[in-house]
């Protein structure tokens, strides 16, 4: 009998380690997703504004590529995302306004869609294994 509460002890205790891993793993991809998705909005931004050269002043895509944990073809797929996303913006028929093109909103509404959400948990398959 004793035997068998220590089996059943031991059997808790190895699944109670196993959740507690997993629940880690879940926080660690939940994490990198959200990473992922500013990638996003960082890279919208500056392809919106590509004819300004934003890039060569800032350095956030560089940062995001660092603190990433995922394989790089990751990034370049959020990358061409974000540069089709781009081409998706019509400019506003307003003549008042110029003509021009609302890229932050558009960015941010892209930013907070259901659509990314889903490309982005698509990628998972890009987190690298030293991330746990």
Do not use: H, W
Not at 92 to 112: F, M, R, T, V
């Amino acid at each position: 009998m004793k035997n068998l509460i220590a089996i059943i002890i031991i059997s808790i205790l190895s699944l109670n380690s196993c959740l507690g891993q997993q629940s880690a793993d879940d926080n660690m991809t939940i994490s990198q997703r959200e990473l992922l998705k500013d990638y996003f909005l960082c890279v919208c931004i500056t392809e919106g504004f590509a004819d300004k050269n934003i890039y060569e002043d800032d350095i956030s895509q560089s940062v995001y590529f660092d603190i990433l944990k995922y394989d790089p073809e990751a990034l370049q797929k959020v990358k061409d995302y974000a540069k089709s996303y781009i081409k998706t913006i019509d400019p506003s028929p307003i003549e008042d306004l110029g003509n021009g093109k609302a890229i932050i909103l558009n960015c941010i509404e892209q930013y907070k869609s259901k659509d990314l959400d889903v490309f982005i948990k698509q990628l998972d398959r890009y987190l690298l294994n030293d991330t746990y």
